[in-house]
């Protein structure tokens, strides 16, 4: 197993995100595509499906290791929660939200501009989502963009939704809105990778990213994001998120050790 370098943490520290190459061997990845699939022919009412006019598919669903065995088990048993420590620098790994993004050919919607913190119940620096690809993925087929050090502004921008850009008016407590990157290139450092399956894409809650559309014409973009924090993280519940906000175990400020936030590291206080 390929567990991040110094240089990969670092790097991830000061860029806010990180290409890790070849971390998930075939049968780990076969497994996922087993439960992604299945996932996607019994999707859960938290899916939607963000494509303009019906026109290609952006199809999103969350949470699915609650009921897809497969998708649990490479939580539980895949090097992922390992990297993730170590990427985190982490005594203690909960699992946040294990969010499924499949983008078919001839899908003209971006991913939006975003941060993913703002979506959660929770404040801490220790954060990051592992982005997945089942294909492989470049400019053409979506694959995603970061803004480098965007992590360190320390703002947080008013969440949208992901494929369509419109702003969770509810969520009022920001620093308004994401800037526009698209229309100000040169301000900004943005950075993609090129992945092939076997690779992922590590990436702090704070960092602005979004994706390409999928414009080729037989090149799908399927993947997941496995979002997991680390020992700064605590309970702060926003009424407004898509998760789960209603904890009656938890208090402010406090762990976020529940059911719907399993530990996956270390291994033996796996509640997953
Ligand atoms: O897959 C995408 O298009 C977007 C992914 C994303 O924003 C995320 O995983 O946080």
């Known amino acids: 197993m390929a567990l991040p370098t110094e240089k990969i943490v670092s790097d991830w520290r000061r860029d806010g995100a990180a290409c890790l190459r070849q971390v998930f061997d075939q049968a780990w990845l076969d497994l996922l595509e087993e439960g992604v699939e299945t996932s996607r022919i019994a999707p859960s009412e938290l ?88 294909d492989p993925v470049d400019e053409t087929n979506g694959t995603l963009r970061f803004v480098i050090g965007s992590h360190l502004w320390k703002k947080e921008f008013k969440p949208v939704l992901i494929g369509k850009g419109e702003v969770v008016e509810q969520a009022d407590k920001f620093d308004g809105l994401a800037p526009d990157i698209d229309g100000n290139p040169n301000d900004y450092e943005t950075r993609t990778w090129d992945l092939t399956p076997g690779d992922c894409l590590a990436f702090h809650g704070k960092m602005l990213h979004g994706a390409y559309p999928n414009l080729s014409s037989g090149s799908p973009r399927r993947a997941i994001s496995i979002r997991l924090t680390g020992d700064d993280i605590v309970w702060h519940p926003r009424q407004y998120a898509p998760a789960e906000s209603d904890q009656p175990g938890l208090t402010p400020g406090g762990p976020i050790d529940c059911e719907d936030y399993p530990i996956v590291w270390p291994v033996d206080q796996q509640t997953i």
């Open 47 to 134: 899916s939607k499906d963000y494509a303009k006019d019906g026109e290609g598919s952006f199809f999103t669903d969350h949470a699915m290791h609650r009921r897809v065995p497969q998708i649990r088990d490479f939580i539980a048993n895949s090097p992922i929660a390992e990297i993730g420590a170590r990427l985190l620098e982490a005594e203690k790994v909960n699992l946040i939200d294990d969010h499924l993004l499949v983008k078919e050919p001839g899908t003209a919607n971006p991913t939006y501009w975003h941060q993913d913190q703002p979506y959660f119940n929770f404040v801490g620096e220790d954060y990051c989502s592992f982005w997945i690809p089942l």
